[in-house]
């Protein structure tokens, strides 16, 4: 996961936004990934962004993509309890995924 | 529909021991891969399975290591002479494949947690 950076933890109020960061380094990742992973469990994709896409929605989650400064992020609206996780972002390149660290998000009441 | 399943859950075993996990993908999915995750080093990819073609070895670190997938379907991935430092969730994704560069998610298993003593 070196190529791929994410912040290491984030605290969030429920109800309110998350916002997770995520840089990347190869230009040439054709999609952009965002998984979530629970104690104990696998990895549950939860959104992806193909890398000619600034922005994709979907329910709660919007993914926003630069792709000049290689950025990536994760907004989750109005965070639950349930959202408490690890998230990580990976680049798909040559058929593999490259991951980050992961970012462990803590919703507090 | 069922998703990826992976055996054991978890595996315990003494160093020096030959071990083997299971994967079974999503019926369809012609890609499989695996990943091995551990706190030092994260996800890390260690080898993709294609239909018949020959595998992406790439990632495996050892020749300790081994897999195959028989049938197009079941994949087993053999660690030999059991290390402590083999120690880690060993993850198994699947993809749908339609000859346009990842344009299916891989979507993964529970893993299985495998702890050398």
């Known amino acids: 996961g070196e190529d791929v950076e994410q912040s290491l933890f984030l605290s969030v109020r429920e109800g309110d936004s998350s916002v997770i960061n995520c840089t990347y380094t190869?230009?040439?990742?054709?999609?952009l990934y965002w998984y979530k992973q629970e104690p104990g469990a696998g990895l549950q994709l939860l959104t992806y962004?193909?890398?000619?896409?600034d922005m994709k929605q979907d329910q709660r989650l919007t993914v926003l993509l630069n792709k000049k400064d290689k950025h990536l992020s994760l907004r989750i609206a109005d965070t639950q309890t349930g959202d408490s996780a690890i998230y990580f972002c990976a680049e798909y390149n040559d058929y593999k995924l490259s991951f980050g660290a992961g970012t462990t998000v803590t919703v507090r009441a | 529909g069922a998703g990826v399943s992976q055996s054991p859950s978890n595996k315990v075993t003494e160093k020096g021991k030959d071990v083997e996990l299971r994967c079974d993908p999503i019926s369809g999915h012609t890609a499989l891969y695996w990943y091995r995750q551990s706190l030092g080093q994260g996800l890390e990819f260690l080898i993709y399975f294609q239909g018949n073609s020959a595998p992406d070895k790439s990632g495996l670190p050892s020749d300790r290591f081994s897999a195959e997938r028989t049938g197009g379907s079941v994949s087993t991935l053999t660690i030999q002479r059991t290390q402590q430092e083999d120690s880690a969730v060993y993850l198994c994704a699947s993809s749908q494949w339609t000859g346009g560069e990842g344009n299916q998610p891989q979507h993964f298993g529970d893993g299985t947690r495998l702890s050398i003593l």
């Open positions: 190869d230009s040439s990742s054709t999609y």
């Open positions: 962004i193909f890398s000619n896409m």
